[in-house]
């Protein structure tokens, strides 16, 4: 039988090359990357001295500091979660569901404070607010000289988390509403329910599994989020898990390492709780729709939709532009503290972290080094790696998906700690990677797997299998396929993939902030110090940079956008 006649009809089946050749080839890297930190961080809490203790885990939980920055983090987290399901979720039910205008620029709009980095948001509010706010002084509206901070405080760290992650659970509620079949909904309204009512009793229980999904994972994020709760957390004394990881780690005791691993541990199991309560609660909630999705349901609001769309700009406009604002009016005047005004104004700042500072300029280069380096062998990790996981059946593929959603999943901070003890020496070799790039790299490739795979997952899933089998019937080897025919198709959403990896890397803090050291920092890292210090003008400065940067990418990925798949790109419909 001839290959062109086994490939499309004969009793071998499709692919008679074995596509899981790529499968296990990089079924070990994908192990030492994604399980072996995690394992390594499990074992490191309960071993002690060559043998089996519970020591570690007693100090630590009976420390008096543990359980109140436990009780910090729970209740700021929950806080937070609360304010972020008040806004995504009207946001999301406004946005999918009612017949406002400009819905691509204000999701677009909505989705800037989840790229723009937590410590960024932390230190664009604060210019925002205090006695020594450039742009409040500017306006003559300034708190007198010595009136609190009230950004340092429980409300304070709660209601920038809420903003930070309000993205999260827009997103999941407004997939699930833009499945709702309209013919449902108008069927519901013309036997005689008023708006409310069709709210009440058909949307909100047909997208219940989704904003309870968007929920945990606000939850989880908040619990891990490091750059929101150290820059506001740390001045007020309020102590939260991962905080108080950082200062034990900064300590550099004999037995940091294990007490460290105990309170990842702990905030590990916190997340995995959340996630556990989420399959609680959507239990039983199985709603199957029926009908076709056509297009998305758009309730006419009437005399009401120009006030409602006044409302959500301004809503933008308090939670995104007027800080950015803020952040750039502090980064403009020569010193802290100054009024800002036309004869004050000054690039200074800017000429000094560009031009003069080595460490600024380094941090720029090492953050754009890792995370274009992360970006390109993502890429090329992630294209045979969806190809097999598509084409092959069974476990394994299950396996490998779950791996790489692991330290994604999981806190940063937990992942940080996992990598320190997994390769502060390695075996054999006898050689420690911490305090160098190649550590901060090897977590970055862990934690943004999932991110550079999914679009390329998703890519695969969609093609026509007729395209490679017509490739195989004229005897195209497996490999030659791949390069010449499946990669170029898959090439816009794998490239879509490596931006958002670029993206999120960039501006990354909490992996980044417990393993850099002097010479190795990154741009969250320096943005972090230099406020941590001080000179908060320089840190403006930075920031701002960073800001043009991130808005510069999503533009980038936005023209790229009609060439895309759908649901690629998560702020487009």
């Given at each position: 039988?001839s290959?062109?006649?086994?490939?499309?009809?004969g009793?071998p089946?499709?692919?008679?090359?074995?596509?899981?050749?790529?499968?296990?080839?990089l079924?070990?890297?994908?192990t030492?990357l994604?399980?072996?930190?995690?394992?390594?961080?499990?074992?490191?809490g309960?071993?002690?001295?060559?043998?089996f203790s519970?020591?570690?885990?007693?100090?630590?939980?009976?420390?008096?500091?543990?359980w109140?920055a436990?009780?910090h983090?729970?209740?700021i987290?929950?806080?937070?979660?609360?304010?972020s399901l008040?806004?995504?979720?009207a946001f999301?039910?406004?946005i999918?569901?009612t017949d406002?205008?400009a819905?691509?620029?204000?999701?677009?709009?909505?989705?800037l404070?989840?790229?723009?980095p937590?410590?960024?948001?932390?230190l664009?509010?604060?210019?925002?607010f205090?006695?020594?706010s450039a742009?409040?002084?500017?306006?003559?509206?300034?708190?007198a000289?010595?009136s609190?901070?009230p950004?340092?405080?429980v409300?304070?760290?709660a209601?920038?988390?809420g903003?930070?992650?309000?993205?999260?659970?827009?997103?999941t509620?407004?997939?699930?509403?833009?499945?709702?079949?309209?013919?449902?909904?108008?069927?519901?309204r013309?036997?005689?329910?008023?708006?409310?009512?069709?709210?009440?009793?058909?949307?909100?229980?047909?997208?219940?599994p989704?904003?309870i999904a968007?929920i945990a994972?606000t939850?989880?994020?908040?619990?891990?989020?490091?750059?929101i709760?150290?820059?506001?957390?740390?001045?007020?004394?309020?102590?939260?898990?991962p905080t108080?990881?950082?200062?034990?780690?900064?300590s550099?005791?004999?037995s940091?390492l294990?007490?460290?691993?105990i309170l990842?541990?702990?905030?590990g199991?916190i997340?995995?709780a959340?996630v556990?309560?989420?399959?609680?609660?959507?239990?039983?909630?199985d709603?199957?729709?029926?009908g076709i999705?056509?297009?998305?349901?758009d309730?006419s609001?009437g005399r009401y939709?120009?006030p409602?769309?006044?409302?959500?700009w301004l809503?933008?406009?308090?939670?995104?532009?007027?800080?950015?604002i803020?952040?750039?009016?502090?980064?403009?005047?020569?010193?802290?503290g100054m009024?800002?005004?036309?004869?004050?104004?000054?690039?200074?700042?800017?000429?000094?972290?560009?031009?003069?500072?080595?460490?600024?300029?380094?941090?720029f280069?090492?953050?754009f080094?890792?995370?274009?380096?992360a970006a390109?062998?993502?890429?090329?990790?992630t294209?045979p790696?969806?190809y097999?996981?598509?084409?092959?059946?069974?476990?394994?593929p299950?396996a490998?998906?779950?791996?790489v959603?692991?330290p994604?999943?999981?806190?940063?901070?937990?992942?940080?700690?996992?990598?320190?003890?997994?390769?502060?020496?390695?075996p054999i070799?006898?050689?420690?990677?911490y305090?160098?790039l190649?550590?901060?790299?090897?977590?970055?490739?862990?934690?943004?797997?999932v991110?550079?795979?999914?679009?390329v997952?998703?890519s695969?899933?969609q093609m026509d299998?007729?395209?490679?089998?017509a490739?195989?019937?004229?005897?195209?080897s497996?490999?030659?396929?791949?390069i010449?025919?499946?990669a170029?198709?898959?090439a816009?959403?794998a490239?879509?993939g490596?931006?958002?990896?670029f993206?999120?890397a960039?501006n990354?803090l909490?992996?980044?902030?417990?393993?850099?050291?002097?010479?190795?920092?990154t741009?969250g890292?320096?943005?972090?110090n230099?406020?941590?210090s001080g000179?908060?003008?320089?840190a403006?400065a930075?920031a701002v940079?960073?800001?043009g940067v991130v808005?510069?990418?999503?533009a980038?990925i936005?023209?790229?956008?009609?060439?895309?798949?759908?649901g690629?790109i998560p702020?487009r419909s």
């Amino acid at each position: 039988m001839s290959l062109g006649t086994a490939a499309i009809g004969g009793t071998p089946g499709r692919y008679e090359d074995r596509p899981g050749i790529f499968l296990s080839l990089l079924a070990p890297l994908i192990t030492l990357l994604c399980l072996v930190p995690i394992a390594r961080l499990a074992f490191e809490g309960i071993w002690s001295d060559g043998a089996f203790s519970t020591h570690h885990i007693t100090k630590v939980l009976t420390e008096a500091t543990t359980w109140r920055a436990t009780w910090h983090s729970l209740l700021i987290s929950g806080l937070g979660t609360f304010i972020s399901l008040l806004l995504g979720g009207a946001f999301a039910f406004v946005i999918a569901l009612t017949d406002v205008r400009a819905k691509a620029a204000l999701v677009f709009c909505f989705m800037l404070p989840m790229m723009i980095p937590p410590q960024i948001t932390a230190l664009s509010w604060l210019q925002m607010f205090g006695p020594t706010s450039a742009l409040l002084k500017m306006l003559g509206i300034a708190p007198a000289l010595g009136s609190p901070q009230p950004l340092y405080s429980v409300g304070g760290i709660a209601m920038l988390l809420g903003i930070q992650h309000a993205s999260l659970i827009f997103l999941t509620l407004r997939a699930a509403l833009r499945q709702i079949p309209r013919e449902q909904v108008e069927a519901a309204r013309l036997a005689g329910a008023n708006g409310y009512r069709v709210w009440r009793d058909i949307i909100l229980p047909i997208t219940s599994p989704a904003l309870i999904a968007g929920i945990a994972m606000t939850f989880v994020t908040a619990i891990g989020n490091f750059g929101i709760s150290a820059m506001l957390g740390i001045p007020a004394n309020i102590q939260m898990l991962p905080t108080l990881i950082y200062s034990k780690l900064s300590s550099f005791g004999p037995s940091v390492l294990s007490e460290v691993a105990i309170l990842a541990i702990l905030i590990g199991l916190i997340a995995i709780a959340g996630v556990l309560l989420h399959h609680v609660l959507v239990r039983g909630r199985d709603y199957r729709l029926h009908g076709i999705v056509g297009r998305p349901l758009d309730i006419s609001l009437g005399r009401y939709r120009t006030p409602v769309e006044i409302g959500l700009w301004l809503v933008l406009a308090f939670i995104l532009v007027i800080p950015l604002i803020a952040l750039l009016s502090a980064s403009l005047v020569p010193a802290f503290g100054m009024v800002l005004s036309p004869e004050t104004a000054s690039l200074e700042a800017y000429r000094e972290v560009i031009f003069r500072q080595a460490a600024t300029l380094r941090a720029f280069l090492n953050s754009f080094g890792l995370s274009i380096g992360a970006a390109v062998v993502l890429f090329g990790l992630t294209v045979p790696l969806a190809y097999s996981m598509v084409r092959e059946k069974g476990w394994r593929p299950q396996a490998i998906n779950m791996l790489v959603e692991m330290p994604y999943a999981l806190p940063g901070i937990v992942l940080a700690i996992a990598c320190i003890l997994a390769f502060q020496r390695i075996p054999i070799i006898n050689i420690s990677l911490y305090g160098t790039l190649a550590i901060i790299f090897i977590a970055y490739l862990a934690r943004f797997f999932v991110i550079s795979l999914r679009p390329v997952l998703s890519s695969f899933q969609q093609m026509d299998p007729n395209l490679e089998e017509a490739a195989q019937a004229c005897g195209a080897s497996r490999t030659r396929r791949l390069i010449d025919i499946l990669a170029p198709a898959v090439a816009p959403s794998a490239a879509a993939g490596g931006l958002l990896v670029f993206l999120t890397a960039f501006n990354e803090l909490t992996v980044s902030a417990l393993l850099w050291s002097s010479g190795n920092e990154t741009i969250g890292v320096m943005i972090f110090n230099l406020d941590d210090s001080g000179d908060s003008v320089l840190a403006s400065a930075v920031a701002v940079l960073v800001v043009g940067v991130v808005l510069g990418l999503m533009a980038l990925i936005e023209v790229m956008g009609n060439r895309l798949p759908k649901g690629v790109i998560p702020w487009r419909s």
